[in-house]
T-cell receptor
């Protein structure tokens, strides 16, 4: 398996532009997570999908952020309009939930998308 | 609110030393705890996963322990090498409600040749 695949690896955009980040989870995994990492706040969970359904989006900063998972093999995180404070590394992770709805085997992370909004 | 603390924030050791990284958590309702390694500009690589029913896990020169009563996990690295230089993060998964994972800020390790 190629692991969790994220694209693009780097994105530089101007303030106000729309940004779309993409993620392909590991085949067979049924849970997907979007995280944001900054020096100040570390890793923050933005949204969690289980079987393509958003379960918890309480970490999404504001209405400018939206995420979709149209099928088990693809998810997007969109920021519209983007702002300089959105600059961070965005990670996608996937897991296989077993009994009691838990990731018995832990999480696998993608390589991340480094977003810079100027 | 669950808090995960990692001490120290940074550590520099000479090559060959054995070292211990610490992770403490405030919520005792743990499902599992996972240690990750992150190289600069890269994603997180899973090192060890400890279930709540386990006390430790070992992989090569790495050993992770879990003490639920004290709310602590340690990652022991034996005979450190320059290639071990990275940031090490612990991730706590709670056992209540749906799965929610809280990460520590990490310990930045530098092993000097």
């Amino acid at each position: 398996d190629a692991g969790v695949i994220q694209s693009p690896r780097h994105e530089v955009t101007e303030m106000g532009q729309e940004v779309t980040l993409r993620c392909k989870p590991i085949s067979g995994h049924n849970s997907l997570f979007w995280y944001r990492q900054t020096m100040m706040r570390g890793l923050e969970l933005l949204i969690y999908f289980n079987n393509n359904v958003p379960i918890d989006d309480s970490g999404m900063p504001e209405d400018r952020f939206s995420a979709k998972m149209p099928n088990a093999s693809f998810s997007t995180l969109k920021i519209q309009p983007s702002e300089p404070r959105d600059s961070a590394v965005y990670f996608c992770a996937s897991s296989l939930e077993g009994g009691r709805g838990r990731a018995q085997y832990g999480y696998t992370f993608g390589s991340g998308t480094r977003l810079t909004v100027v | 609110k669950q808090e995960v603390t990692q001490i120290p924030a940074a550590l520099s050791v000479p090559e060959g030393e054995n070292l211990v990284l610490n992770c403490s958590f405030t919520d005792s309702a743990i499902y599992n705890l996972q240690w990750f390694r992150q190289d600069p500009g890269k994603g997180l690589t899973s090192l060890l996963l400890i279930q709540s029913s386990q006390r430790e896990q070992t992989s090569g020169r790495l050993n992770a322990s879990l003490d639920k009563s004290s709310g602590r996990s340690t990652l022991y690295i034996a005979a450190s090498q320059p290639g071990d230089s990275a940031t090490y993060l612990c991730a706590f998964m709670n056992s209540g409600g749906y799965q929610k994972v809280t990460f520590g800020i990490g310990t930045k390790l530098q092993v000097i040749p």
